[in-house]
């Protein structure tokens, strides 16, 4: 059992941070969509670490964070659509797979031993200012247990993961609250997992349409494409415009929830993600193990794609 230290976005709290992860421990921190865990991500140890923190079952690969396109270019190969998504949504909310070069000198244990590498270049000031600090790449998944609902608040971080990691910096609640976007090129531009950038406006920086992914088996098998994950636990009932007395209802637009539960009441996409983890834990609290959680009809665009899939993993028979 660690004592967990909480950490303020300071020169000393930063600095503070990177000595942890310069010495192979672990830190939480704020990024614009959720909060990660990271670890040193050429650390054998440290990525080993990382997976028995949060539970997770197996070794699936993570992603790798850096500060600049230089340090991203030193784990990866560029292709022209990478260098084009890459100049157009970098620093923010997207991961690219790439091909992993043979000198990256990452450890195996963050591709889980695949020959490509997810690589994301965050915006949140406090993550550039870490990688800064730190130097190096860092691996960072969601920092909460495994399938459980992702972190988008320095507390909700300690309320999972406390005594299991050296420390969290507290950046405040994340501007984006959903996860990164994740797109695949090889061997065609292809959406891996929905996110904080809206596929639409991917798919005009490339001027094509993104292919789905292939199916499972040939996929790394990976939590955030697991059915069941976000897990509360509470039940999840999708689109529900009559919720029942008891349910919780967390509400959307003119469909307005119980108080204090409407993920944008003038039906802001961008205002939803934002609350939308804040909220299934508040839900969650409310309704207990016993009862039900009813969350009001979400449209299938814009960041209302990411927003859907993590309500169906949610809801995803566990
Ligand atoms: O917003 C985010 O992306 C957050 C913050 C902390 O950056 N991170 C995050 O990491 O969501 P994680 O570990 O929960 O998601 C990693 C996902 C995996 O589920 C997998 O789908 C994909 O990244 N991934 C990683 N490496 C891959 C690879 N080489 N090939 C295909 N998919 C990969
Ligand atoms: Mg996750």
């Known amino acids: 059992m660690l004592l967990t230290e909480l950490l303020p976005p300071t020169a000393e709290g930063l600095?503070?941070?990177?000595?942890?992860?310069?010495?192979?421990?672990?830190?939480?921190?704020p990024t614009e969509t959720v909060y990660g865990l990271g670890g040193d991500a050429r650390d054998d140890r440290?990525?080993?670490?990382i997976f028995a923190a949060k539970g997770r079952p197996a070794f699936n690969p993570l992603i790798v964070h850096v500060p600049d396109m230089a340090a991203a270019a030193r784990l990866a190969v560029?292709?022209?659509?990478?260098l084009r998504l890459a100049a157009a949504f970098w620093p923010g909310a997207l991961t690219l797979v790439l091909p992993m070069r043979d000198d990256s000198g990452l450890s195996p244990l963050v591709s889980a031993g695949l020959p490509s590498v997810a690589i994301r270049m965050p915006a949140h000031p406090v993550a550039v200012a870490l990688l800064h600090s730190f130097g190096g790449p860092v691996a960072a998944p969601s920092a909460n247990p495994s399938g459980r609902i992702s972190p988008t608040r320095a507390e909700h971080?300690?309320?999972g993961l406390a005594g299991r990691i050296a420390a969290v910096l507290d950046g405040g609640a994340c501007p984006v609250g959903v996860e990164s976007t994740i797109i695949g090129l090889e061997p065609r531009p292809t959406l891996l997992r929905p996110g904080g950038i809206p596929v639409e406006a991917i798919e005009e920086?490339?001027?094509?349409?993104?292919?789905?992914?292939?199916?499972?088996?040939?996929?790394?098998?990976a939590p955030g494409q697991l059915s069941s994950h976000y897990?509360?636990?509470?039940?999840v009932m999708l689109e529900v415009t009559a919720p029942r007395p008891d349910d919780v209802?967390?509400?959307?637009?003119?469909?307005?929830?119980?108080?204090?539960?409407?993920?944008?009441?003038?039906?802001?996409?961008?205002?939803?993600?934002?609350?939308?983890?804040?909220?299934?834990?508040?839900?969650?609290?409310?309704?207990?193990?016993?009862?039900r959680i009813a969350v009001a009809p979400i449209p299938e665009k814009g960041?209302?794609?990411?927003?859907n899939d993590r309500l169906r993993r949610a809801a995803a028979p566990r």
């Open 15 to 29: 600095g503070h941070a990177a000595r942890h992860l310069a010495e192979g421990r672990l830190v939480a921190f």
């Open 46 to 49: 440290a990525v080993a670490s």
């Open 78 to 82: 560029f292709s022209d659509p990478a």
């Open 157 to 159: 971080v300690l309320d």
């Open 205 to 221: 920086c490339l001027g094509v349409r993104l292919a789905a992914p292939d199916p499972a088996p040939l996929r790394p098998n």
């Open 231 to 235: 897990a509360p636990s509470a039940a």
């Open 249 to 291: 209802w967390i509400g959307f637009g003119s469909r307005t929830g119980t108080e204090g539960l409407n993920l944008s009441p003038s039906g802001d996409l961008v205002e939803a993600a934002a609350n939308l983890f804040h909220y299934l834990r508040e839900a969650d609290r409310c309704a207990g193990s016993g009862g």
């Open 303 to 307: 960041l209302g794609r990411a927003i």
